[in-house]
Each structure stands twice: as structure tokens, then as C-alpha cells.
T-cell receptor, first 112, second 112 residues
């Protein structure tokens, strides 16, 4: 019940396009849902996070959509840029961000 | 403002040996968490330290142990190394009860 399932495994998007990554969770105790971006040789960096009391959160080109009844959440990257090429992880935890359960990651490639 | 720093960056050990990894948290942070990231996978929570005590633990055997010092820095110790312990070990810091986790760049451990 601790699993977070992430899809797709990899994604190729043209510059200027919209990148969409989806995650689903099972544990109803999860109430904090962050997205992390990781470049090769670096640790994950927090992009944006949401709690289940809102259905959407936007920060710049990044938007999280959250569906509590379906236990799903997604990351939308608008106007995708080559610099966005990285691996993206969804995660979830009960309460604070300490004990995060991560998805398996999505490798995003943004082409020119 | 220095972020989370980890040492060493790379380490090669043989089966059965013991290893110690070190982490200095981001300035002002009092909580340190350790994660293991296998190649192509998301990070997995090992444990969290706060006030020099282990507060939460993931599904890892007792071969994995840690310590937190009065200056909030932390060590991860792994005994009786197995080939399967080869991974990127990530340290993350936060404020106790805070939402944002800041990750270091990790220590790449190879067990031969």
C-alpha cells in the first residue's frame, strides 16, 4: 500500500510542447505530493508540491493537477524547453516531507 | 549559503566490508534523512535523524545504521556490504515538520 506508480517511463516532447507525467498512489494516509527534478550526477531538486485540499497548483510553467477520489496526480510542463530534459520523480508522504515514497521516474527529453 | 554536502562523491568497496558516508545539512536545518537510489529507480527512504535520534526507518536491514551529531551532520554506516548495496546514497535535510527536502548530490557506492 506504500507504492507510487509513475508513467510514462520515458517521454520525448518537442520544444514548446506540453509534457505530462502521471502518478497514482494507494495509501490514503498520503497527504503531501511533491515533484522532483533530477539531472545526471545530481540529487533530486524540489519543483513543486501540492496537498489534497486543492485540485491544482501552478508555479511558472509547472502545474500539478490532483484528483483525490481517483488517487492520481500529474505534472504538466508547459512550453517545454531543452533545459527541462531530466528525470522527473513524483513522490508522496503522510504529513511532512521526510519519509517520501518515490515513483520510478520519467526520463524527459525535449527536442529542438 | 551552502546546500547539503556529502562525502565522498564516489567509493569502491568489496563484499563484506563496511562503509561510512557523511552528510552536512543545509544551514539552519536540523533533520537529516538518508535515501538509497538504485540505477534507474526512484530514491528509497532508509531513515531519518532528528535531535541525534533515529525517528523513522524504512524497510532496510539492521546492517544500515546511522548517527547524527550535535552540529546536525550525519553519518550512514553499512556493514557486511553486499553487491546489491551498490547505489547512489542521497542525504536530504529539512526543518523538523517542514515540507521541503533539500538533497545533496549523493555518494556513488560500488560494491565489487
Amino acid at each position: 500500500q506504500q507504492q507510487v506508480k509513475q508513467s510514462p517511463q520515458s517521454l520525448i516532447v518537442q520544444k514548446g510542447g506540453i509534457s505530462i507525467i502521471n502518478c497514482a498512489y494507494e495509501n490514503t494516509a498520503f497527504d503531501y505530493f511533491p515533484w522532483y527534478q533530477q539531472f545526471p550526477g545530481k540529487g533530486p531538486a524540489l519543483l513543486i508540491a501540492i496537498r489534497p485540499d486543492v485540485s491544482e497548483k501552478k508555479e511558472g510553467r509547472f502545474t500539478i493537477s490532483f484528483n483525490k477520489s481517483a488517487k492520481q496526480f500529474s505534472l504538466h510542463i508547459m512550453d517545454s524547453q531543452p533545459g527541462d530534459s531530466a528525470t522527473y520523480f513524483c513522490a508522496a508522504s503522510p504529513g511532512t516531507a521526510s519519509k517520501l515514497t518515490f515513483g520510478t521516474g520519467t526520463r524527459l527529453q525535449v527536442t529542438l | 549559503d551552502a546546500g547539503v554536502t556529502q562525502s565522498p562523491t564516489h567509493l569502491i568497496k568489496t563484499r563484506g566490508q563496511q562503509v561510512t558516508l557523511r552528510c552536512s545539512p543545509k544551514s539552519g536545518h536540523d533533520t537529516v534523512s538518508w535515501y538509497q537510489q538504485a540505477l534507474g529507480q526512484g530514491p528509497q527512504f532508509i531513515f531519518q535523524y532528528y535531535e541525534e535520534e533515529e525517528r523513522q526507518r524504512g524497510n532496510f536491514p539492521d546492517r544500515f545504521s546511522g548517527h547524527q551529531f550535535p552540529n546536525y551532520s550525519s553519518e550512514l554506516n553499512v556493514n557486511a556490504l553486499l553487491l546489491g548495496d551498490s547505489a547512489l546514497y542521497l542525504c536530504a535535510s529539512s526543518l523538523q515538520g517542514g515540507e521541503k527536502l533539500f538533497f545533496g548530490s549523493g555518494t556513488q557506492l560500488s560494491v565489487l
